[in-house]
């Protein structure tokens, strides 16, 4: 068995410096570490350009040059995507391109000729065929979708696939179970993984786990040991997930519209996107309204002094704002009104727009902002949020988990209150919280294994 492991990084471009400096020390930093420390270690990277950016501009170099030289050594190859991390199904095919151009040439800037990308990550792994197309069209080789997206079965992964209809045109498939397993916590070592793994080691086929980089040691304190474990073990052999088709046979598929968070309610719904773009939720509704309607201004002004409102409408395309106006089961009322902010100045700077072009994107921002207060206020968030996280919960913790001996977690728990006194040392009490309540979980979850036996 081969471990493809595909991990995205992104910040929005608004971002404040003090949260990236956490995220960077806490996970960029530790998992570029890993790997360098790891001569046999492969990883597939998606970094979208906003980030990378950002990391320059805030004084974080040594991430990038750490990552052009693993890339220079074949340790990790970087995929492309959309550069400021936009929601790719609703829009049309020219800002899909522009997306995609963009996030090019600013990687390429900092990285040098070494980016030289073949395959594609959508942001949300949100996948439509119209848009495996255009990819297919800028001459990548292959996409990445999650298993939801298989029609049918799961995917077999003794096998390639092909997108039927685009010729040579590959997709690859997340595995979900595996990689929620990890992102939860639930598999927290290399020990405990290759546990959970079972007989499949020994069988002739791929894992193949993606999942948001800052998921190791930033979102999950500790779990970066699993990377360590197994990029330093010889029980699971990494590669790259362009060196696959090297390994395995190929075989036709016809995929769906999915992306790496739908849930069962989705799929009962037939609404694989209903995290961005729900019918039932009318913030998301007039969240789209202004979208198109700041698409709108912007690509139909005649005039030439545009790059001010341009550049702000492809950072204000971003998909964060989506998510957090879903309440399925996550809420940001800071984020949806910044995201409607940034769309309405969009459209406020475009030189020869109308007033009542205008008076019609302060409306709808208006109109998001006291809808979603209304939403806090009268408790519907608070029920949307507690029917979707039990979902969530359920989907992503299996009561399946193999029997994981009492000394494995005592590793896991010395090399977190060792990261827990460095963090208190260093006066971020906060972060020490994390590592404590972590901590805990681990012990309870140690107990209940040992009363098993």
């Given amino acids: 068995m081969f471990w493809a492991n595909f991990l995205h990084i992104y910040q929005p471009s608004n971002q404040t410096k003090k949260i990236l400096t956490n995220v960077t020390n806490q996970s960029y930093r530790k998992i570029l570490a890993i790997i360098k420390n790891s001569p046999k270690a492969k990883l597939t990277l998606n970094i979208n350009a ?143 993984l290759v546990t959970d793994l079972g007989e499949r080691l020994k069988k002739h086929e791929y894992l193949l786990t993606a999942m948001d980089g800052e998921t190791f040691g930033h979102h999950r304190p500790g779990l970066e040991k699993l990377l360590l474990d197994i990029y330093q073990s010889n029980e699971l052999p990494t590669v790259t997930i362009s060196e696959l088709p090297k390994f395995f046979k190929e075989e036709v598929c016809e995929p769906v519209q999915a992306t790496w968070t739908l849930m069962h309610k989705d799929l009962a719904r037939n609404v694989p996107f209903s995290r961005w773009d729900d019918p039932k939720n009318k913030i998301h509704q007039l969240q789209w309204q202004l979208t198109n309607l700041a698409l709108k201004t912007v690509n139909s002004s005649k005039r030439k002094d545009l790059r001010k409102s341009r550049e702000l409408l492809d950072r204000a395309l971003h998909s964060d704002q989506y998510w957090w106006a879903s309440a399925k089961p996550w809420w940001s009322l800071e984020m949806l009104e910044k995201g409607a902010k940034e769309l309405m100045k969009t459209i406020l700077f475009v030189p020869d727009a109308d007033k009542k072009t205008k008076e019609k994107a302060q409306e709808l921002y208006k109109n998001i902002v006291f809808l979603a207060l209304d939403w806090q206020r009268y408790g519907i968030v608070e ?36 990261q827990e006194l460095e963090a208190a040392k260093i006066e971020e009490y906060e972060r020490a919280a994390q590592f404590r309540d972590r901590i805990r979980e681990l012990k309870a979850k140690r107990e209940e294994a040992t009363k098993k036996v």
Wanted: with cysteine; glycine share 6%.
């Fill in 50 to 192: 906003c980030l990378t950016e950002l990391l320059m501009k805030n004084g974080f170099k040594d991430v990038i040059s750490d990552i052009r030289d693993l890339v220079k050594k074949g340790q990790i190859e970087l995929t492309e995507t959309a550069k400021f991390h936009a929601f790719l199904p609703k829009l049309p095919e020219n800002e899909i391109v522009r997306q995609i151009k963009l996030n090019h040439l600013t990687n390429r800037k900092y990285f040098g000729d070494i980016y030289e990308p073949v395959g594609f990550f959508p942001p949300e792994m949100a996948f439509t065929k119209k848009i495996a197309e255009i990819v297919k069209g800028l001459g990548y080789q292959w996409i990445l979708a999650d298993e939801a997206s298989f029609l049918g079965e799961d995917p077999d992964y003794s096998k390639i696939y092909k997108i039927k209809g685009l010729g040579d045109f590959k997709i690859f498939f997340r595995e979900r179970e595996t990689s929620f397993k990890i992102l939860s916590a639930q598999l927290a070592s290399g020990p405990i």
């Fill in 383 to 418: 029920d949307l949020v507690k029917e979707h996280y039990d979902e969530e919960v359920a989907l992503r913790l299996d009561t399946t988990a193999p029997y994981i001996p009492p000394e494995e977690f005592d590793k896991i728990i010395d090399h977190l209150k060792k």
